[in-house]
T-cell receptor
Framework: ETGVTQSPTHLIKTRGQQVTLRCSSQ?????VSWYQQALGQGPQFIFQ???????GRGNFPPRFSGLQFPNYSSELNVNALELDDSALYLC?????????????FGAGTRLSVL | RKEVEQDPGPFNVPEGATVAFNCTYS??????FFWYRQDCRKEPKLLMS???SGNEDGRFTAQLNRASQYISLLIRDSKLSDSATYLC????????????FGAGTRLFVKA
């Protein structure tokens, strides 16, 4: 086990709603990255938080936002849900924000938007 | 052109076979390279980092060719348990953190 936990495991929402996904990082890790993985695709980088600050962002609209807390756990918020937001959302924690750091993934939250 | 491209697959091989996956990347300033493995409906897990000098871990060998901008993964003596999707991962030097995953190559090892 990686020690990275995500909640909830599954979620069903309707178009236009808002959702919050949560991630607890591995003990000692100060960095959390979030990814969206559509069926049959590789994970797409959404953003990274390092010591409570956004440290990098992929090509996702502003309705995807996040937070990192002092204990380094993190939230991903998605507003105005669209059907295409249906995917597996993964968080990964690492010790440091360098690209060379190994990322440890949680089991993900599977979001379905109807 | 995608930033990271992998062999589309799937690869179907018998147990004991040797199989090679290739991955190309477009950003020549990319810094870090990895291979992750993802089992069906599970999270990705690190298989190995890829170093400029090449590296080996048991039956797995990874190579990096910076001049041609590709990385490779060789699996020798394939086992049934190697059946999974193999994801190529590149971290470009963009000033802020960014990680790019390839779409993955599916491997089926059959008895």
């Amino acid at each position: 086990e990686t020690g990275v936990t995500q909640s909830p495991t599954h979620l069903i929402k309707t178009r236009g709603q808002q959702v919050t996904l949560r991630c607890s990082s591995q003990s000692g890790h100060n960095t959390v990255s979030w990814y969206q993985q559509a069926l049959g695709q590789g994970p797409q980088f959404i953003f990274q938080y390092y010591r409570e600050e956004e440290n990098g962002r992929g090509n996702f609209p502003p309705r995807f936002s996040g937070l990192q807390f002092p204990n380094y756990s993190s939230e991903l918020n998605v507003n105005a849900l669209e059907l295409d937001d249906s995917a597996l959302y993964l968080c990964a924690s690492s010790l440091g924000a360098s690209g060379g750091n190994i990322q440890y993934f949680g089991a993900g939250t599977r979001l379905s938007v109807l | 052109r995608k930033e990271v491209e992998q062999d589309p697959g799937p690869f179907n091989v018998p147990e004991g076979a040797t199989v090679a996956f290739n991955c190309t990347y477009s950003n020549s300033a990319s810094q870090s390279f990895f291979w992750y493995r993802q089992d069906c409906r599970k999270e990705p897990k690190l298989l190995m980092s890829v170093y400029s000098s090449g590296n080996e871990d048991g039956r797995f060998t990874a190579q990096l060719n910076r001049a041609s901008q590709y990385i490779s993964l060789l699996i020798r003596d394939s086992k049934l348990s190697d059946s999974a999707t193999y994801l190529c991962v590149v971290t470009p030097n963009t000033g802020g953190f960014k990680t790019i995953f390839g779409a993955g190559t599916r491997l089926f090892v059959k008895a």
